[in-house]
């Protein structure tokens, strides 16, 4: 099963993935599709000036191929991950607790002192592939509080769900959750 869509111009066949007996998500991967990468950064980048924050965050993995590009797009000299696992080259880390609706059970997100200390102070923008329960997002929010930086905007290529009602997010285009059959639960 698939839904096809187009995401910042371009038609993409999204496969259905189950999470629950009775529930699938379409599935937005942009590894691997440079062209639909860019198209996403760029398209982000206009939802965003690049006067509202310092630096770009986002978590491990679909979310970094994005802010690689926005980043290199707008010329930022710097970007932030936060790792799924404890890193050695990882000066004293600090963690948080993410749940995400892809990712089964709970989760750390990892980030070194040093980033942590150059997050400090500064606007932070948090980049995502989709937010669907906001579990990933919530956990960035409370790493860069925990860093002592400021969240000044949350930008992600598709809003799953109940997300696209959230007036805290800027995103590129809505995506709706599918019963087992692949129709959409709400458009």
Sequence with gaps: MKYTMTIAGLE????????????????????GDAEITTAC?????????????????????KGIPLAHEMARQSRAEK??????????????????????????GKQNLFLGRDDAELIKGKRILIVDDVISTGGSLRAMEKMIEMCGGTVTGRVCVLAEGDAARRDDIKFLGTIPLFNGKGEPLSE
């Design 12 to 31: 993409r066949d999204l496969p259905l993935c189950p999470i629950a007996d009775d529930l699938y998500i379409a599935a937005f991967i942009c590894f």
């Design 41 to 61: 950064a760029t398209e982000l980048l206009k939802l965003v000036p690049r006067e509202n924050y310092d630096y770009i965050f986002t978590a491990e993995a």
């Design 79 to 104: 970007y932030f991950v936060a790792r799924k696992g404890k890193k050695n080259y990882m000066p004293d880390p600090i963690s948080v607790d993410d749940e995400s609706i892809t990712t089964v």
